[in-house]
């Protein structure tokens, strides 16, 4: 088992300044090549995050996309040694549940093509407030993921259902890190409820402070 976090602030209700947690109205990818290039647009917030922003009594629920990448669609169906007996749907019942006790909204989906999970995590920066990623195997060898999420100016947390770092060497190397605030392996579906905790938790501490 392997869980992995930025816990250097100082747990989940610190509320550090913008400063020391580098947030800004423009994401990290915008200040690449030394000003040289047109700053991304930032971010569409959610209804949620520009709610709370101006102090509205009554908040609409946060949303979380939760996205899943190749092949988890044949979770209980395959190699159940490794991965559980558990399906997929299984996970998005108790994503459901764990969702509705922690107050947030979910949108569940999964696909086989990379270009499709570029474009819904193009469409969580418009319209949510954090990312739950298993991209399966993308999770090792996609720059394009990387890329999306860096840009998406959202929390991430990282979720595989096995250990990977128990398994081959190809596996202990993740693009999706990068961008992640924050990694749960190896402890199966119930990483994905965990993943959901720890992102309320950074909503609702990122929604206190100023920007767009
Ligand atoms: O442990 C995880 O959740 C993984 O993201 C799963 C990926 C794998 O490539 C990553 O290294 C770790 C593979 C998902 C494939 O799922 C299957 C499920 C049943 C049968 C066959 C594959």
Known sequence: MVVQGNMAAGGPQAKPSRERRGL???PA???AGGGRTAPLAPPRRSAYYKAALLGRESLPLPTVFILNGPNLNLLGVREPAVYGRGTLADIEARCQARAQTLGLEIVFHQTNHEGQLVDWIQQARETADGIVLNAGALTHTSVAILDALS???LPVIEVHLSNIFR???FRHHSYVS???SGVICGLGAHGYEL???ALANLIVNRSGEGGQ
């Open 24 to 26: 800004s109205c423009q």
């Open 167 to 169: 398994r081959e060497r």
């Open 151 to 153: 840009t998406a100016g």
């Open 178 to 180: 990068l961008a992640a």
């Open 195 to 197: 993943a959901l905790e």
């Open 29 to 31: 990818a915008a200040n």
